[in-house]
């Protein structure tokens, strides 16, 4: 269960980033998984009662399958297949894009009342590319850096490096 669960998982993120909501099916069958383990021996890691954005698989699946982060799903297709599949073709205007989604991010995370898993997943994968990529970008808004540090202010240290 606990392999097929991150395959699901994996899966639909993949699916997300290809088109908008595009993993639903992948991440329904995670879900079963998840509630299958939790009534079949209530361990750590599958049980309900865990804090909001505390890392466990049924936080990480509920947020997945929740209208109320449906714009953090957005974000992941957005960032990937409107921002950095056209960093080849037009670097400026993908990065502008980039940096638009980053904003509407922002917003989406100050409408959430509690912390995300979906925001700690993304950042603790994300940090060094969202690092790299912005290093040399000439912002029009002068923001993005507090941006990043407010969505993710435990890598402070890398952005301010990057910037």
Known sequence: G??????????????????????????????????????VNNVAGWTADAAPGAYTR??????????????????????????????????????????AFISDLVQAVDRLVEPSTIIRVLNDTKNLEYAELFRDYRDPDGLIWRKLIYLDPSHKQIYDAAR
């Open 58 to 99: 049924m936080n990480f699946i509920k947020e997945l399958t929740n209208l109320r982060y449906e714009p953090l799903r957005l974000f992941i297709y957005n960032y990937h297949y409107n921002g950095l599949d056209l960093l080849a073709k037009n670097r400026t205007r993908a990065l502008d894009s980039l940096n």
């Open 2 to 39: 606990l392999i097929d669960f991150y395959v699901y998982i994996a899966i639909g993120l993949d699916f997300d980033s290809y088109s908008p909501k595009g993993g639903a099916a992948m991440y329904e069958q995670a879900r079963l998984i998840s509630q299958r383990a939790q009534i």
